[in-house]
């Protein structure tokens, strides 16, 4: 992760070099706007979002290139620290390599397919900000330019930032200063709970006031995914095939024409690891200037569009599954992804996932379908953890690895865990409930409780019939 940050800052530099401050390079100031409200340096969680940006292309002094600039920000900051406008320069400087990430190569069009995607910066603390994108053409004739409306937040909620981009395109044909009451309404207003809604009241010129309201979905651990684009590029097989690889952190590198379909499909991945994080390098959309994460020797997530296959196939790589969406192939792998899983376990997944899939089910019952499967394999796995954590007086537990593997009685499952119990994923799962007095009362809780009592009822039966 170090160096990836250290050849982030150094193309920020390079770029700042070229072309003056942020403020000195901004094409469109904010409209008419109303006093601000100042808000306290935000904490995750307590605002829908930090910012709202517009990313356009600029052309180059030299040459025929554009570069991606800022020309729109919401809310501006003003009276911040020092430690605090570095980390905003820093912040906002990375941000339009992320919503150009094809590249400088461009040219007016006049028709441009609008996109929808997503980004993830990681912060030095391992905290991460998703930038939500929705690229487009602008309203107008005649050969023009695609811009980006990007949102940056520190919520996971794909879903619901995808109707808030849908509210700012929507506004964004009238004009960008009716954009600016919706976004001050947005931030002033509490982020829902689980289930719950949010009312917005939004007046439009020439519409009227209206009333929109924002639902997160009750599964909050998928709020931030949509299995159908990844069911629809790869078989049940090959999605097990990647989880297996992510579970023992290895290097994932997905391809794809479209930022949506890497994106959407690179959360989708990492949602499988659930109730597990994957704490290493993780681009959804790999930048041009970036491509060479690809050489890292460490674990690593990435989607790369399909242009610069090439350069991804003639870098200097170790051990890599490679996977080809637009095809539905892998085009290097490691040659084990089969034999990770105990198989046994393995047929679980594959026939669950097999069952009841219709074109009817909701998106929230397709992503519980598909993710369901997984969340009980690391039922059946790790699920006795919280029994193998030892407590003194103070409350502070000790995990007994040994004894907790051993508490299997099949051997493939064992075998299995011995890797897993190594792995980043666990091990920063361990430490919090290590520091927790009670298994926390999440949707993995709920589902090893119902585990234990189906064998509690198993055994029970088996008892009668003897």
């Known amino acids: 992760m170090d160096g990836l940050g250290r050849r982030l800052r150094a193309s920020l530099r390079r770029k700042r070099g070229r072309g003056g401050s942020l403020q000195e390079r901004e094409a469109v100031k904010e409209p008419e706007r109303a006093q601000e409200i100042s808000l306290p340096t935000f904490a995750g969680g307590q605002h829908f979002f930090e910012y709202l940006l517009v990313v356009s292309l600029k052309r180059k002094s030299s040459g025929d290139d554009y570069e991606p600039i800022i020309i729109y920000q919401f ?35 006049t028709e441009y397919p609008r996109e929808t995607f997503s980004f993830v910066l990681t912060n030095v603390d391992g905290s991460r900000k998703i930038g939500y994108c929705r690229r487009l053409l602008p309203a107008g004739r005649g050969p023009r330019l695609p811009k980006v409306y990007c949102i940056i937040s520190c919520i996971g909620c794909f879903g619901l930032f995808s109707k808030i981009l849908d509210e700012v395109e929507k506004r964004h044909q009238i004009s960008m200063a009716v954009i600016y009451p919706f976004m001050q309404g947005l931030r002033e207003a509490a982020f829902p709970a689980p289930g719950k809604t949010v009312t917005l009241k939004s007046f439009i010129p020439d519409s009227g006031t209206e009333f929109i309201s924002l639902t997160r979905p009750l599964d909050s651990h998928l709020e931030h995914v949509d299995f159908s684009v990844l069911l629809r590029c790869l078989s049940f097989e090959q999605i097990l095939q990647i989880f297996a690889s992510a579970v023992l952190e290895r290097r994932i590198i997905f391809l794809a024409e479209g930022l949506s379909t890497l994106s959407q499909c690179i959360h989708a991945a990492a949602a499988l690891l659930y109730p597990f994080s994957w704490a290493h390098t993780y681009i959804p959309v790999v930048p041009e200037s970036l491509l060479d994460t690809v050489c890292c020797p460490t674990p690593f997530m990435v989607g790369v569009q399909m242009r610069f296959q090439q350069q991804v196939m003639d870098s200097p790589m170790e051990e890599v599954l490679l996977v080809n969406l637009c095809e539905g192939t892998f085009l290097m792998s490691v040659g084990d992804e089969k034999d990770i899983l105990p198989p046994k376990l393995q047929d679980d997944i594959l026939d669950s996932l097999g069952q009841g899939t219709n074109e009817s089910q909701t998106s929230e019952q397709l992503n519980e379908h598909v993710s369901g499967p997984f969340v009980q394999f690391f039922v059946k796995t790790v699920g006795h953890y919280a029994s193998y954590i030892k407590r003194e007086a103070n409350g502070q537990g000790h995990f007994q690895e040994r004894a907790f593997y051993k508490a299997l009685t099949s051997k493939t499952n064992r075998r299995f865990v011995k890797k897993f119990v190594k792995t980043q994923l666990f091990s920063l799962f361990i430490q919090e409930a290590e520091k927790s007095r009670n298994p926390p009362a999440g949707y993995f809780q709920r589902k090893i409780l119902e585990y234990e009592e189906q064998k509690k009822q198993k055994k029970s039966r088996e008892k009668t019939v003897k």
Do not use: M, S, T, V
Not at 82 to 89: K, L
């Open 75 to 109: 809310p501006k900051r003003e009276n911040l620290l020092r430690g605090q406008q570095e980390e905003e320069e820093r912040l906002l400087g990375a941000i339009p390599l992320f919503c150009f990430p094809d590249g400088n190569a461009w040219a007016p069009l």
